[in-house]
């Protein structure tokens, strides 16, 4: 009597580099990791860029007076050219993940460029408001106490501070925050516990901005801070792990297929 054969074994689905539900998973090429590591150092950009910017403005912001002042023009413009940075970071985190973005959902990438873009076109108007006030010292004041001046100044401050709230509040949680998590969610190229707190913080900074635009709260009160902090967690975590680790294996990406430990 023969022996009967014994059935084979079916291969599992992670040592075949696919995940649970059944898709494959790519390493990155050396191109799209080198994407990866960009898109990171741009990210990086908009807090070294953003941080520092409202400490320059420190004499301004506020400070409605400062048109008819000695000023600090100097310091001022330093702050204009770091939020010129930012605006440009803002929008070359987009473009650079577009190409990859894309083969994910074209709607959602194109989208996010678009977010980024309104983010950093707003922030740039914030800076021309500044900017604006430091003319008007310059030219016009000449150190006399102008009444009418002063009114100008404020209306400018209250420019950039509107701006400050549509733009990284409102169009950061949008695009950042949901839009991107989206595409990093479907993608896999981050971990999804990681993209999770994105997924999270965007709805909850929109929430924070709302809150603000109808006067519930300060823009500077604890509540909305907390309400923000997941978003901006998110951004700096994501930047972190794109500058060292770079793109997870995805079903987007287009290197070799990955074996992935049972």
């Known amino acids: 009597m023969t022996a009967t054969p014994k059935e084979a074994r ?3 689905a992670s040592r075949a580099g696919r995940t649970p539900d059944g898709v494959e998973l790519h390493a990155p090429t050396a191109a799209e990791q080198r994407t990866a590591h960009i898109m990171g150092a741009w990210f990086l950009g908009t807090f070294v860029f953003s941080i520092p910017a409202f ?8 400070h409605a007076r400062y048109v008819v002042g000695a000023g600090q023009d100097t310091r001022v413009a330093a702050g204009a050219l770091l939020e010129i940075c930012l605006a440009v970071c803002g929008i070359a985190t987009a473009v650079v993940i577009f190409p990859i973005a894309k083969r994910v959902n ?8 678009a977010a980024r873009t309104v983010e ?3 922030i740039l108007i914030g800076v021309l408001a500044l900017m604006s006030v430091v003319a008007l010292r310059q030219d016009l004041a000449a150190g006399s106490p102008n009444a009418a001046l002063i009114d100008d100044a404020r209306t400018l401050l209250a420019v950039h501070d509107r701006v400050s709230l549509l733009g990284p509040q409102f169009c950061a949680g949008l695009g950042n925050g949901i839009l991107l998590g989206i595409l990093m969610w479907r993608s896999r190229l981050l971990p999804r516990p990681m993209v999770m707190v994105g997924l999270v913080g965007g709805p909850l900074a929109l ?6 635009l109808l006067g519930a709260w300060d823009m ?3 509540l909305p801070v907390a309400l923000t902090a997941p978003e901006a ?15 997870r294996p995805s079903p987007i990406l287009t290197g070799r297929p990955v074996k992935l430990p049972a």
């Open 55 to 62: 400490w320059f403005y420190d004499p301004l912001l506020d």
């Open 10 to 12: 079916p291969r599992s």
């Open 106 to 113: 074209e709607s959602i990438a194109l989208g996010y460029v």
């Open 233 to 247: 967690l998110w951004e700096l975590s994501l930047s972190v792990w794109l500058l060292v680790k770079g793109f």
């Open 120 to 122: 950093s076109l707003l």
């Open 207 to 212: 929430v924070a901005g709302v809150g603000v």
């Open 220 to 222: 500077h009160a604890g």
